[in-house]
T-cell receptor
């Protein structure tokens, strides 16, 4: 079946511009996660959505980062006024409800800020 | 809070040799433990997980890991590696009760030489 998809696969933007990254989770998965993978920081948690509950935003590095999930499915991660340190691979994952269910990862979006 | 330490950033081995990738974790509560593999330009794929029960866990592609609570370790092993095992391997922990986020180690790059 279809896995987690992310778009675009690559994004190059100029410093100061806003970017939007999209994630389509696996159908039926109620939980959705965003992680960031960078050379300096490794793999870091950013934000978690579970059903209609308030998202866990504890990993967002600054108020320039925000995310939303519409209709309990597709999610968009927005970075405003991008900085060079935002350059990284942004990974999305989804899973069934809480508990032991495995997180399935998408291929990621590689963001380069010039 | 949890943390994960992967003791080796790079591990080179010859094809058909055994390999062990080391992972130690720190947590004040019980944890779930995971190993993920990342092939070049791809997302993360789950190799195996420890949730409870038997401390020896078998995963895909011939990998296994052993949970050692007293040493807070979860080392990954394979008795005979193949060229196709060349990838980056990540150890991760998760709190079963609280936040659903995965906390990752820094990764170990496994290189298989012919």
């Amino acid at each position: 079946g279809a896995g987690v998809s992310q778009s675009p696969s690559n994004k190059v933007t100029e410093k100061g511009k806003d970017v939007e990254l999209r994630c389509d989770p696996i159908s039926g998965h109620t939980a959705l996660y965003w992680y960031r993978q960078s050379l300096g920081q490794g793999l870091e948690f950013l934000i978690y959505f579970q059903g209609n509950s308030a998202p866990d935003k504890s990993g967002l590095p600054s108020d320039r980062f925000s995310a939303e999930r519409t209709g309990g499915s597709v999610s968009t991660l927005t970075i405003q006024r991008t900085q060079q340190e935002d350059s990284a691979v942004y990974l999305c994952a989804s899973s069934f409800n809480r508990g032991t269910y495995e997180q399935y990862f998408g291929p990621g979006t590689r963001l380069t800020v010039t | 809070a949890q943390s994960v330490t992967q003791l080796d950033s790079q591990v080179p081995v010859f094809e058909e040799a055994p390999v062990e990738l080391r992972c130690n974790y720190s947590s004040s509560v019980s944890v779930y433990l995971f190993w993920y593999v990342q092939y070049p330009n791809q997302g993360l794929q789950l190799l195996l997980k420890y949730l409870s029960g038997s401390t020896l866990v078998k995963g895909i592609n011939g990998f296994e890991a052993e949970f050692n609570k007293s040493q807070t370790s979860f080392h990954l092993r394979k008795p005979s590696v193949h060229i196709s095992d060349t990838a980056e391997y990540f150890c991760a922990v998760r709190n079963p009760q609280g936040a659903q986020k995965l906390v990752f180690g820094q990764g170990t790059r496994l290189t298989i030489n012919p």
